[in-house]
C-alpha cells in the first residue's frame, strides 16, 4: 500500500507490533482488520483468532512483522464471558436467533445448574453452530447461515479448562 494524499491522511504505518481491540457487536474480525487497514493507513495487518460477529470483546491485531505471530497467538488459551437464558430454545443457538421453543425452568436450582455446567469442564467433540466464525469450504458459517443455507459440519476437538459462575439469578 503506498501513500497516497488523496486517500490517506496518513502515511503508511511501518511500525510493528500488536494492537488490542474492543470488538463491537456486529462487526466482524475482517471488518476491524479493514477500519485500522484504511483509517490508520496500515499496510499490514491481521487477527489473532476470528471472534463472531455478535461476540463483543478483546480482539488482538498484529501489525507489519509481526503479522507473523498471528497463528502462535491464535493458539493461545482463551476466556470468555457469557450470560445464559435458562428455558429459551432458538434456531441459532444464540439470542440473535428466532426463538423456537420455551421451557419452564423455574425447578431448576443454583445447585443442579452447576452440577450441568461442570460436565462442559474437559476435553469434548463440539459440533460448531452454524453462526460461528468457522470456515466451511472457504466460507464463514454464519454467513451461510444469513443465507438460510446450512450444511453439515464436523465436530471439534475443543477443551474447556475451567468455567466460573459468577451468577445465577434464575
Same mark, same amino acid.
Given at each position: 500500500? #503506498?501513500? *497516497?494524499?488523496?486517500?490517506? #491522511?496518513?502515511? @503508511?504505518?511501518?511500525?510493528?507490533?500488536?494492537?488490542?481491540?474492543?470488538?463491537?457487536?456486529?462487526?466482524?474480525?475482517?471488518?476491524?482488520?479493514?477500519?485500522?487497514?484504511?483509517?490508520?493507513?496500515?499496510?499490514?495487518?491481521?487477527?489473532?483468532? %476470528?471472534?463472531?460477529?455478535?461476540?463483543?470483546?478483546?480482539?488482538?491485531?498484529?501489525?507489519?512483522?509481526?503479522?507473523?505471530?498471528?497463528?502462535?497467538?491464535?493458539?493461545?488459551?482463551?476466556?470468555?464471558?457469557?450470560?445464559?437464558?435458562?428455558?429459551?430454545?432458538?434456531?441459532?443457538?444464540?439470542?440473535?436467533?428466532?426463538?423456537?421453543?420455551? *421451557?419452564?425452568?423455574?425447578?431448576? %436450582?443454583?445447585?443442579?445448574?452447576?452440577?450441568?455446567?461442570?460436565?462442559?469442564?474437559?476435553?469434548?467433540?463440539?459440533?460448531?453452530?452454524?453462526?460461528?466464525?468457522?470456515?466451511?469450504?472457504?466460507?464463514?458459517?454464519?454467513?451461510?447461515? #444469513?443465507?438460510?443455507?446450512?450444511?453439515?459440519?464436523? @465436530?471439534?476437538?475443543?477443551?474447556?479448562?475451567?468455567?466460573?459462575?459468577? #451468577?445465577?439469578?434464575?
Amino acid at each position: 500500500m #503506498r501513500f *497516497n494524499p488523496k486517500k490517506h #491522511r496518513l502515511p @503508511p504505518f511501518k511500525e510493528s507490533g500488536v494492537l488490542l481491540i474492543d470488538k463491537p457487536a456486529e462487526w466482524t474480525s475482517f471488518d476491524v482488520v479493514n477500519c485500522v487497514r484504511g483509517r490508520f493507513n496500515v499496510p499490514k495487518v491481521g487477527h489473532c483468532g %476470528t471472534l463472531d460477529p455478535a461476540a463483543t470483546g478483546l480482539l488482538v491485531l498484529v501489525l507489519g512483522r509481526f503479522t507473523k505471530l498471528s497463528g502462535r497467538f491464535s493458539g493461545e488459551d482463551k476466556t470468555y464471558e457469557s450470560t445464559i437464558l435458562l428455558g429459551t430454545q432458538t434456531d441459532s443457538q444464540d439470542m440473535d436467533g428466532e426463538v423456537t421453543a420455551e *421451557n419452564d425452568y423455574s425447578a431448576v %436450582t443454583e445447585e443442579q445448574f452447576r452440577e450441568v455446567v461442570s460436565g462442559f469442564i474437559g476435553e469434548q467433540m463440539q459440533i460448531p453452530p452454524m453462526v460461528s466464525a468457522k470456515k466451511q469450504d472457504g466460507k464463514r458459517l454464519y454467513d451461510l447461515a #444469513r443465507k438460510g443455507i446450512e450444511v453439515a459440519r464436523d @465436530p471439534v476437538a475443543i477443551n474447556i479448562k475451567s468455567i466460573e459462575i459468577t #451468577r445465577f439469578e434464575p
